[in-house]
């Protein structure tokens, strides 16, 4: 029963936090600490946001890397601490930055931007990057975060 138990709760883990990053990966090395994660817009959304993982530790992220394909031009978007990870519990912190080189193919836009920060993350947090919208949107966002553990 126990076994069983343990089992529902893994899968029901798994599902919640795949809900809202449909990829992830994470490389640490020593101090060193980088995380991909992508995720598909849902149909019909004012926002496009991607959650990673909790982070082990204290971690001061440096550099940021994202690419976007979209229906519109975000008027918004932002680095930001999350309490939660499904992303909703968005607090205290953001860091804006310019979604750069727009490209537009087949109706769709596409957007990429690097940038260097120095925004440091308590354990337990979650880091997520937003794209906010005025209307209505479909796309993808993929997105890569380095830092050090502190």
């Not at 971690?59 to 918004?76: E, F, K, N, R």
């Not at 940038?115 to 979650?126: E, I, P, S």
């Amino acid at each position: 029963m126990k076994l069983l138990l343990r089992a529902l709760a893994g899968a029901l883990f798994a599902c919640a936090f795949t809900a809202n990053t449909a990829f992830a990966q994470v490389a640490i090395s020593g101090n060193y600490y980088e995380e991909y994660a992508k995720v598909t817009c849902t149909s019909n959304s004012l926002s496009c946001f991607v959650v990673f993982t909790a982070l082990p530790q204290n971690t001061l992220i440096t550099d940021v890397s994202c690419q976007a394909g979209i229906q519109q031009i975000p008027y918004l978007s932002y680095l930001a601490v999350s309490d939660v990870a499904n992303g909703s519990g968005i607090t205290r912190r953001l860091n804006h930055f310019p979604m750069t080189q727009m490209i537009l193919l087949n109706g769709n836009y596409s957007f990429e931007t690097v940038f260097q920060t120095k925004f440091l993350f308590g354990a337990g947090k979650w880091p997520i990057i937003v794209l906010q919208f005025n209307a209505a949107n479909n796309g993808f966002l993929h997105c890569k975060i380095v830092g050090t553990l502190q």
